[in-house]
Nanobody, 128 residues
Framework: QVLLVESGGGLVQAGGSLRLFCAASGRAFDTYTMAWFRQAPGKEREFVAAISWSVGGTYHADSVKGRFTISRDKAKNTVYLQMNSLKQEDTAVYYC?????????????????????WGQGTQVTVSS
């Protein structure tokens, strides 16, 4: 079982930046893909970005490409989401997730159901 704990959320003005943290524990992560999802009020939970823990390959949703960057620090067992040029539509609860990608498939093909471990979420609010 993987335990994930997010932090770093808060209130920020449009155009500002925030960095989210996801502390992971519980087992070795080399076979895992780590991801960030978000859920705004009244909306479905949507994919934001993912990273292969072992090789560091990344994939970002079109809505955040060029503004958000996912990364990980193996020594600290931590996944990050650097969010720049924030917009009001980025307001949501952000969740860290861990899942195992099928061999021979790309991170981009993973869906929410491929991620079996989730954190409790951290609120990000972007004001005008």
């Amino acid at each position: 079982q993987v335990l994930l704990v997010e932090s770093g959320g808060g209130l920020v003005q449009a155009g500002g930046s925030l960095r989210l943290f996801c502390a992971a524990s519980g087992r070795a992560f080399d076979t895992y893909t780590m991801a960030w999802f978000r859920q705004a009020p009244g909306k479905e939970r949507e994919f934001v970005a993912a990273i292969s823990w072992s090789v560091g390959g990344t994939y970002h949703a079109d809505s955040v490409k060029g503004r958000f960057t996912i990364s990980r620090d193996k020594a600290k067992n931590t996944v990050y989401l650097q969010m720049n040029s924030l917009k009001q539509e980025d307001t949501a609860v952000y969740y860290c997730a861990a899942g195992i990608k099928l061999p021979g498939t790309a991170i981009a093909t993973m869906t929410r159901t491929d991620f079996g471990s989730w954190g409790q979420g951290t609120q990000v609010t972007v004001s005008s």
